[in-house]
């Protein structure tokens, strides 16, 4: 009887802690995207990247955006909010700068 109530508690320790980590992975994953952007900016230049790809990531990042509200997963929300503004922040900065 012990042991089945260990492993709850052990599972529910393990899920805490990978819910933890999730968090921390949607906040600071979408931070590596923020290079570009500044590269960007400060080259004022984007002829390089290609509007196609960078459209797309921006279409997929509103999925999930919208995906994580529906299924309230709140680290989707998080990480799909922060690369959408990102994302879209590269947009109109590739079309200002090309």
Do not use: D
């Not at 109530?5 to 906040?27: E, P, Q, W």
């Not at 979408?30 to 570009?36: A, G, I, S, Y």
């Not at 990247?49 to 529906?70: D, K, P």
Request: aromatic letters at 20%; proline letters at 3%; glycine letters at 6%.
């Amino acid at each position: 009887m012990f042991g089945i109530f260990y492993k709850a508690k052990t599972h529910h320790k393990v899920y805490k802690l990978f819910s933890a980590f999730a968090y921390c992975v949607a906040i600071f994953s979408p931070l590596f995207v923020l290079p570009q952007l500044v590269k960007i900016w400060q080259q004022k230049n984007a002829q390089e990247l290609s509007l196609l790809t960078w459209g797309g990531y921006t279409f997929g990042a509103l999925l999930w955006f919208i995906y994580g509200i529906v299924h309230k997963e709140k680290p989707i929300v998080i990480t799909n909010l922060m690369l959408f503004v990102i994302y879209s922040a590269i947009l109109v900065s590739m079309l200002i700068y090309r």
